[in-house]
Structures are given as structure tokens and as C-alpha cells.
């Protein structure tokens, strides 16, 4: 330890090799929304970096309990940043370039937003129709669950928000929302081809 707290990279490698295993089992147990796994792993090897830069020998602990509790901090640190409201937007973004229906479609979001507004009374109308069948439609096709989560979620509330009032896991409501969306995309999918 005092190696790499005098500037020695190799043990400073060693340790963070030594240690990496234990800290992706740590982050094994933790979910963060809009993030992927690696995410997770890498705010834990932060954490363990900042172990080895603070650890004191003159401490009553060892060096692995000061890790664990620095990993841990480092990764609990991050979901608590992640699920604040003021990251909404980052968190639950869409991209507008990304294919409506499948990976392999050429329609975008971006095309399908239109820059003109329809004040044309027939076709308000008409559109006002087509979303009360989607509406309907989506009736049949989700879960009391799901339409619950999808409710909650448009009104603007966050995954911590939608668990807590409906008492599940976040993970469970992601899991929902993702189920409604392909659920959406086959039915507009198939939509578009009676059309």
C-alpha cells in the first residue's frame, strides 16, 4: 500500500487488477436506470481507486473493509445522482434518429414529427380518431400493471415514483415500460401495413 501511495503505477495496477472481481460482484446487487451494467462496474472501480489513494495503514481497519465501504458509497453515490428529478431528461431520453419501428427501419422519429400544425378541421378529426383507436387498442393490449406504470409515467413521474406508489421494484417497472413499448411498436407496426 505504501508503494502506490509513493506514485508506484505497477502496484497501483496490481491492486485495481487484485480487487477488480470484488468490485463487480459489489455492483452485481445494484440497478441504475438508463445505464448498463459497465456503468455500474465503473463507479465502483472509482470508488475502489479512491480506497487506495486514501487508505491509512495507521487506521484500526483493513484495507479490504475501507474498499468495500468505498465501492459502496461510490455506486450508491451514482444511483442517487441518476434517479434525482433533475435528471429526468437525461435519464429517460429518446432519440430522434432512432428507427420507429424496428433497427432495420429507415423511418425515423425525426421524420414522423411534423413542423407544421394541423388546422385543417377533417384531419384533426381524423387524427383525433386514429389516437382514440390507439388508445383503445392499448386497452386491450396491456397488463393492468402496465397501464398502470404508463399512466404514472406520463404524468411525469419518475421510476422511484411509479414503484413506490405502485409498492413494486424499479427494476419491475422498467421492465413495464419496456413491455409497453414494443407492445406499441408491433401494433403501430402492424397499423401501418392494413393501412
Request: net charge negative; glycine share 2%.
Amino acid at each position: 500500500m505504501e508503494a502506490v501511495q509513493n506514485g508506484d503505477d505497477e502496484a497501483l495496477e496490481f491492486l485495481i487488477h487484485k480487487y477488480r472481481n470484488f468490485v463487480r460482484a459489489k455492483a452485481r446487487s445494484y440497478f441504475l436506470i438508463g445505464a448498463d451494467r459497465e456503468d455500474i462496474v465503473q463507479e465502483g472501480m472509482i470508488g475502489l481507486y479512491k480506497s487506495i489513494r486514501d487508505y491509512r495503514q495507521d487506521r484500526l481497519t483493513s484495507f479490504k473493509a475501507f474498499a468495500e465501504l468505498c465501492v459502496t458509497r461510490q455506486i450508491i453515490t451514482a444511483i442517487k445522482t441518476a434517479t434525482r428529478q433533475k435528471h429526468i431528461p437525461l435519464n429517460s431520453y429518446v432519440s430522434l434518429d432512432k428507427p420507429i419501428y424496428d433497427e432495420d427501419s429507415d423511418r425515423t422519429l425525426l421524420d414522423v414529427l411534423s413542423t407544421h400544425r394541423v388546422t385543417d378541421p377533417e384531419e384533426v378529426v381524423i387524427h383525433q380518431e386514429e389516437f382514440d383507436d390507439i388508445e383503445l387498442k392499448l386497452s386491450e393490449l396491456l397488463s393492468d400493471f402496465e397501464r398502470q406504470v404508463l399512466t404514472l409515467y406520463l404524468d411525469g413521474r419518475s421510476y422511484q415514483e411509479i414503484a413506490v406508489d405502485l409498492e413494486r421494484h424499479v427494476k419491475s417497472v422498467d421492465n413495464a415500460l419496456q413491455r409497453v413499448k414494443r407492445k406499441l411498436e408491433k401494433y403501430l407496426a402492424f397499423r401501418n401495413v392494413m393501412v
